[in-house]
Structures are given as structure tokens and as C-alpha cells.
């Protein structure tokens, strides 16, 4: 097996379809990647795990990702690649409250049936001021199961609450911030929180780009920094 072992975790209405370019980048490389999914769609819930023989352990998350992962595996993490993610989704005062009643209205339209809409208006939020035509395959398309809309739900309160680092989450490691200038989904306060919970990271920011980081450019970017960083 690899020596160098990856993790995907996608966010919040995604599946781990959406680490294929960064798979296919880590196997030219010889490395192994594994992916996370909530199952919001027809997928099947899947928890990853680490591979014994993996000497260099490295987490690449999505948004609300780092906070899908279990404390076991982040515990076992030499490496942390957060893109466009948060220590804390909702920031106190006003803005805080803002996003909160929006959470809630979200919860109610997926509650009334109306989950495809919801997550057709959240991707064009989320890859905005890209067109969410360019973002992959996900949930959306395969349509949202009963048990995935009830994870829906629950993520959606999960996200709400979130107010640090995910539980086991190692001190010290190396970890790459990948922010996006334009992002309508994470505020900039709670971008900021999250440079100031991890004073060790390498920050890039992407003025160009949304909350989805469309780029086909940025996998083998990252891969690099991973590979610098993991020598």
C-alpha cells in the first residue's frame, strides 16, 4: 500500500464524487486516497478509516466536511488540507443571527418536500460567481433519499453549532488553508477565526473564486504543497 494516504470529506449537499480529479492527481502520484460520504443522495454513509501501512496521513475537507469526520481519524491526521471550511459556521451578533434564520428556513423547506430546490439554490450560492453547471455530479442528481433528507436536517443543526476545531483534531500538524475571496457561503469573520484557531497554516486565498473553489488547476496545487510538506 502508499506510504502517503489521503482523506476526502465533502460538505453539506455533496457526496465523495466530487474528490475524483484530486483521486485520479494522488494514484499518478502512487499515492491512495479514500472518501468520506454522508449519503444525502443514494449513496451508502461510509466513515473512512486510515490504512495501518500509511506512514503520512493527510485530511483534505470541504466546508463543513472536517466536522463530518470521526475524532479517531482525525486524531490519526499528519496533515490537513481545509478548503473554504470554519471553525465556527455562525459568527456571534447580527450576521450571526442573519445566517442562523437562514439555516432555519432551509430546515423548513427541506421539511415541507422541497429539498431539490433548496439544494439547487444552496450549489448556486456555493459555486458562485461561477455557474453551477461547472460543479460535479452529486446528491442533486440522484435525488435525495428519506434517509438522506433526514441527514440533511441533521447536518443542518450539526452546522449551526459548530464553535471550534473538529474533536481530535491534532496540534501542531502542517495545514494548508485554501480560502475563497468571493465566498457566499463562509462570512469572512468565521475565515478569520479560522486562521487565528490554526496560526501554523500555509493560507491561500483565491480572490477569484466561490465558496466551491472551482478550479481544474487546484488539485495538483494542493497535491504539490502535500508532497513538499510530507517529504
Known sequence: MSAIQLIGMHGWAGDHRSWAPWAAGAAARGWSMDCGERGYGQESPLQPRWETSAQRRVVLAHSFGPHLLSEDLWQGATAAVLLASFTRFVPEGREGRAISAALRAMGRRIKLGEEQEQLRDFLRQAAAPQSRSLLPAGPLEQGISDAGRE?????????????????????????????????????????????????????????????????????????????????
Open 151 to 231: 441527514r440533511l436536517l441533521e447536518d443542518l443543526e450539526h452546522l449551526g453549532a459548530t464553535s471550534g476545531l473538529p474533536a481530535g483534531f491534532p496540534s501542531g500538524i502542517p495545514v494548508l488553508l485554501v480560502q475563497a475571496g468571493q465566498d457566499q457561503i463562509v462570512t469572512a469573520r468565521s475565515r478569520l477565526e479560522l486562521q487565528q484557531a490554526l496560526p501554523q497554516a500555509t493560507v491561500w486565498t483565491r480572490d477569484d473564486l466561490g465558496h466551491s473553489l472551482i478550479d481544474p488547476a487546484l488539485p495538483d496545487a494542493v497535491l504539490d504543497w502535500i508532497a513538499d510538506v510530507q517529504a
